[in-house]
């Protein structure tokens, strides 16, 4: 397919075990978000990618959660130690060009849930 | 920091135009207006994009007000598709990094 995918689409987590959540972008697009959603919430912006430079870290939540893109396509979300709170859709979508208006397109999310 | 205020619910009924109201007053010169909507179980989906001027498209039009600080999305003739929870996006532009500020979002029902 031709858009975001998120993998896995649901993760079941122990309070303390660390996750990984990946993404794939759209092949070709320069810029990369992560996003988190509370249950009823808007998303959240946590990172954002130009290629593989983190350019912007301001929304993660802690320093449990860490994100990478090293080849500047794939990017994965970590969360160590994870938490109740947590539990959220962690959201990705990629775009383009970040010059131009910047359609993001979004992937269908990882839906993760800490027991 | 830039935010967006929408009311949180909306009804239509089928083959009527919406329209969908949404504040942003603390806009700024180079920030883009999006709006997205989400189903149940999907990320957020492109709906359209604006700076100043009023722009239309195949799902919406989008009309800005001159001072920038509210716009409103138009849904010309509702389906019972358009159910969804439409969310008004600023696009910031914040020294070279880029982000998309999400509000509350407005959960739009249709009535058939």
């Known amino acids: 397919g031709a858009g975001v995918s998120q993998s896995p689409r649901y993760k079941v987590a122990k309070r303390g075990q660390d996750v990984a959540l990946r993404c794939d972008p759209i092949s070709g697009h320069v810029s990369l978000f992560w996003y988190q959603q509370a249950l009823g919430q808007g998303p959240e912006f946590l990172t954002y990618f130009q290629n593989e430079a983190q350019l912007d870290k301001s929304g993660l939540p802690s320093d449990r959660f860490f994100a990478e893109r090293p080849e500047g396509s794939v990017s994965t979300l970590k969360i160590q130690r994870t938490q109740q709170e947590d539990s959220a859709v962690y959201l990705c979508?990629?775009?383009?060009?970040?010059?131009?208006?910047?359609?993001?397109?979004f992937g269908p999310g990882t839906r993760l849930l800490v027991l | 920091d830039a935010k967006t205020t929408q009311p949180n619910s909306m009804e239509s009924n089928e083959e009527e135009p919406v329209h969908l109201p949404c504040n942003h007053s603390?806009?700024?010169?180079?920030?883009?207006i999006h709006w997205y909507r989400q189903l149940p179980s999907q990320g957020p989906e492109y709906v359209i994009h604006g700076l100043t001027s009023n722009v239309n498209n195949r799902m919406a039009s989008l009309a800005i007000a001159e001072d920038r600080k509210s716009s409103t999305l138009i849904l010309h003739r509702a389906t019972l598709r358009d159910a969804a929870v439409y969310y008004c996006?600023?696009?910031?532009?914040?020294?070279?990094?880029?982000?998309?500020?999400f509000g509350t979002g407005t959960r739009l029902k249709v009535l058939a």
């Open positions: 996006i600023l696009r910031l532009i914040t020294s070279g990094t880029y982000k998309y500020i």
């Open positions: 603390t806009i700024s010169g180079t920030d883009y």
């Open positions: 979508a990629s775009s383009f060009s970040p010059g131009l208006a910047g359609i993001g397109y």
